[in-house]
């Protein structure tokens, strides 16, 4: 496990990149325990419902109120990460909403907050799922 300080001073893109695979990883089983067995099917829902930026931004934007003081202030600081390059497919302030969940993923997972994160995912998928 990392040390509050390490995770704190973490560079938003490394925590970013572990949770883009963490989160993959929670969406490949939610699609399989639904039901999906078809990989090109599968492919085409995580992509168009799951992982892309435009949904992840809404997410973390629509948590906020639920989130505390001081998970709001991380992900103000990660939402506030500039990329180095211009983002595909979206515009940046989306991409830096999309960067900020997913460094929260990647903060939960190393901080070992299994609690915390299985909250976030499951509070995710009841998003896009529709059982808001």
Known sequence: MYKKNELNNMNTAA???MGDAVYEEYVRRHLLDGGA???DRMQ???AGNYVSAKVQSEIIQNLMD???EE???RIKRWRNYKPKSKPK???TITYQW???FEALVGYLYLNEDEERLHWLIERSFE???GID
Do not use: P
């Open 66 to 68: 639920e989130m505390g």
């Open 44 to 46: 085409r829902l995580a």
């Open 15 to 17: 925590l970013a990149y």
């Open 89 to 91: 497919n979206t515009d």
């Open 98 to 100: 999309a960067t900020a």
């Open 37 to 39: 067995r078809r990989v």
């Open 127 to 129: 998003m896009i799922d």
């Open 71 to 73: 998970e709001r202030q």
